[in-house]
């Protein structure tokens, strides 16, 4: 059998983080109710013009800077023309001719080899509406909320040869986007979506196949389930001596396969041609440079800092800023409360251990720093214990409490009264005649039984290390 | 005294002064037009009941002083009917939009309420501004007030001819090729096409949005200055729309020419060109040298491009501007279908018209992979060298003078026959179009059939003040004709 070779590229779609929409001042919000969020320019109506939203150009200048791409110093958008009724103006506004950025490229690392994936371009362009089919009425009706949301397109070179290559690439590329603060990238939502273009050929062949784009995956893992298939099938046709048909495939992850959706023989032509209600965006040195000092600090850079200032450990550093909540909410604890290491513990032993529990993904945590900091505090200054601590972060994690006031009204504080311990140590001894006669008789373990019973008659709220000093002192 | 007959600025000055109410006007002019609109049919829409109560809204804001001396304030105007007016019929003379009320004025139109204007109605145009004769128009075409066998030009042929027919006192059209200025010329009054972005296209129904430019349509060069300074300036919602200090039109009104360069390009008198329209155009030509101005003529070799130029560029932005009209949305559905497709074939098919479906095939073709190099592209290139071709010329010229249409206004049904012959009648206009420049178009007399003839000045890009300076001392030396009405 013939070893094969799986080349490749991918076409990124991501909804850009503006308040309005691109070309008006429509809310960008996801979710409302049908037509709610639309004007007469987005939904194209006679007449209407485009103005640009500057935030989506420089929200691409951001992500083009971030990716290692030249920027167009003159760009312009172009009409993408097709009839859909998602579309109303039956164009959509697009970059063909002169994107904004060009020649970019990142640097993943699979299995400690790193490698670098290029970016062929990233164009700016407005989104479609939804199209939702009412089953009760057997008819389809148009949403046109999504229409001219904005959108850069992030268009890769052919260089990713496995699915674990893509991954890789993908996890990237959202992280440095997360970081911009250029989008939220959820794909559950769209405002993420991946399309794959994928061909085999025989390790070493000079000349790609014939290559399919895949559609329609919504997780990361769909888009690796994709992968794997569409490359067994395209070996399988190969082996068969039948050949790959250049088409457009939708995936199904139920049912774990793909199937054609159009061929390149229906492919439409767009008759594109510059749009001519826009004028050409001049992109000056001044406003580049702008844009360039607004670039927040990476995650490769963050990283090395973390370890350097904060003094944590790489693993610890790596795991915090896989995501841009966590490290931000690292940040500004450790600014409110001067810990990074307890900081750093309690991410990633509690935090991890409860997103886990409730299968979430560290960009959904929601407490803030200031009650972390708080919690911190209090185990600080001996005002809670450890055990009670893990409690109330739970809490904290949960509902976002205010550790301070949850204490407080639980009655969860550590006793500090040190007359209250003392009789209540007095009457465990008195108790437990046995457990005092295995103490003296050097048996250990009892001490840790005194010592319990103590805390179950404290509630749990007594510091553990005046309990055993007290102890010590009356046996 | 015959109200109707008065001008814009005349009418304007009198409802200030107390002697004409706003409703003793706009009742007059309902009352006229709505008589001689049966001959002329310039109105696709007439709006009576709102005209009225604006009137009274409008005197009152007079009385109060809310309107300070706004010179057009309570005098009636009418629209083309590719101008968004709110909840009012915006049709563009078509069958796909024959129920469309856009719920958004156009800029102009904002700007004319602010200036106390009164709506009385919407005119007729050929269907979506494509056409040269107002006989494309869904709703029957518009006649020539001076001759009815003749057309009144076009597309803006409703709002000249309702000009003409003292149907309006004035109006706003738009010109894309010459659809201003041609109409202008053929009823004998008087209209502007400013520079590519003087004037906000926000509202204005597109046909080709490179090219597309608002103005004014009226009985002179004053009333035309008046009406272009409140409708012009920037507007935030039309990305192309210029910011520029320099809109005092009425400062240009002065009767002086004095030491004024104006060129002929020899093309423009040469062959093609009728001699009676030739004789009076090197006439007003005479004229203005005779007041002080300096004539000659020039080669500007770049007129044989500018039609097929034009053609391609404003039938590929038509194919794409009106794909939206879709069935879908709003304007005409037809009635049958069977899925998508069918509703979009049948809607288009049964909703456009000729001429419409023949600029947009056009429009798709030479835009579509394998022939947008030769065709779009290459009319992009011919585009630049037409504007670099009177960049050279204005280095030498104020303003460059010549006829505004081959001839005066052809016989009803005579262009639609032979659509190629239509074309070439914008010889003139076009390139003033591609190279964005300001024009106006004003009579400089009649023909033997008594058609008026039209004299068009062409100015530097923003140079509008001096063709209105040129158009008003020319106007100084001549009677204004009027077509006999009834």
Known sequence: MKVYETVIGLEVHVELATKSKIFCSCTTEFGGEPNTHCCPVCTGMPGTLPVLNKKVVEYAIAAGLATGCTITRRCKFDRKNYFYPDLPKAYQVSQLYLPICRNGGIEIEVDGVKKTIGIHEIHMEEDAGKLVHDPWDDCTLVDYNRCGVPLIEIVSEPDMRSSDEVIAYLDKLKLILQYLGVSDCKMQEGSLRVDINLSVRELGAKEYGTRTEMKNMNSFKAIARAIEGERKRQIELLEYGKPVVQETRRWDDNKDSSFAMRSKEDAQDYRYFPEPDLVPIEISDEWLEEIQKKQPELRDEKMLRYEKEYDIPEYDASIITGSKKLADIFEATVALCKKPKEVSNWLMVETMRLLKEFEMDPEEVQFSPKNLAKLIHLIDSNGINRTVAKEVFEKIFGEDIDPEKYVEEHGLKIVNDEGTLRSTIERIIKENPQSVEDYHAGKTKAMGFLVGQTMKEMKGKADPGMINKILLELL | ?486
């Open chain 2, 1 to 486: 005294m015959d109200i109707t007959s008065l001008t814009a600025l005349e009418l304007g000055k009198k409802i200030r002064s107390g002697e004409i109410s706003v409703l003793e006007a706009t009742k007059a002019q309902l009352e006229i037009l709505k008589a001689r609109d049966k001959e002329y049919h310039a109105y696709v829409t007439i709006f009576e009941e709102e005209a009225l109560s604006r009137a009274k809204e409008v005197q009152s804001l007079i009385d109060t002083g809310e309107l300070g001396d706004s010179p057009l304030a309570g005098v009636p105007v009418a629209i083309k009917d590719n101008i968004c007016t709110k909840g009012n019929l915006t049709t563009c003379s078509s069958k796909i939009l024959n129920n469309f009320k856009p719920p958004y004025n156009a800029e102009v139109i904002e700007r004319l309420n602010r200036a106390g204007a009164v709506i009385i109605g919407k005119v007729n145009m050929d269907e979506f501004a494509m056409g040269s004769t107002t006989e494309t128009s869904y709703y029957g075409p518009t006649l020539n007030p001076w001759n009815t066998a003749h057309v009144p030009g076009g597309s803006s042929g409703g709002a000249a001819a309702a000009v003409a027919a003292e149907e309006a006192f004035y109006a706003l059209g738009s010109d894309t090729g010459g659809s201003i200025r041609q109409p202008s010329a053929f009823c004998g009054v008087t209209g502007i096409k400013p520079t590519y972005g003087t004037v906000s296209r926000y509202g204005l129904i597109a046909y080709a949005s490179s090219l597309d430019q608002i103005g004014p349509i009226a009985r002179d060069v004053s009333d035309c200055a008046a009406i272009l300074e409140v409708i012009s300036g920037h507007d935030g919602k039309d990305s192309t729309s210029i910011h520029s200090d320099n809109i005092k039109y009425t400062t240009a009104l002065v009767d002086d020419v004095k030491g004024m360069k104006i060129g002929i390009p020899k093309g423009y008198i040469g062959k093609g060109l009728d001699s009676e329209v030739r004789d009076g155009v090197l006439k007003a030509a005479k004229v203005l040298e005779s007041k002080g101005a300096i004539v000659e003529e020039f080669d500007l070799d770049i007129v044989d491009y500018a039609i097929p130029a034009y053609y391609v560029i404003a039938s590929a932005e038509a194919s794409s501007n009106l794909s939206r009209y879709d069935g879908v949305k709003y304007g005409y559905r037809t009635k049958d279908f069977d899925g998508l497709q069918d509703v979009y074939k049948k809607t288009r098919s049964e909703g456009f018209g000729m001429e419409v479906k023949r600029r947009m095939m056009i429009g798709a073709f030479v835009l579509s992979s394998g022939y947008y190099d030769a065709y779009y592209n290459k009319a992009l290139k011919v585009k630049a060298r037409i504007k670099e071709g009177f960049d050279k010329a204005f280095e030498r010229y104020d303003i460059i003078l010549g006829p505004t249409a081959p001839t005066t206004a052809t016989r009803i049904g005579e262009s639609l026959s032979d659509p190629l012959k239509m074309y070439l009648g914008d010889i003139y206009t076009v390139s003033v179009n591609l190279a964005g420049l300001p024009a106006i178009s004003l009579p400089c007399g009649v023909d033997r059939n008594r058609l008026p003839i039209g004299l068009q000045l062409i100015g530097r890009p923003f140079g509008e003040a001096d063709i209105i300076r040129a158009a008003y001392s020319y106007e100084q030396t001549r009677e204004y004709a009027r077509p006999d009405l009834r």
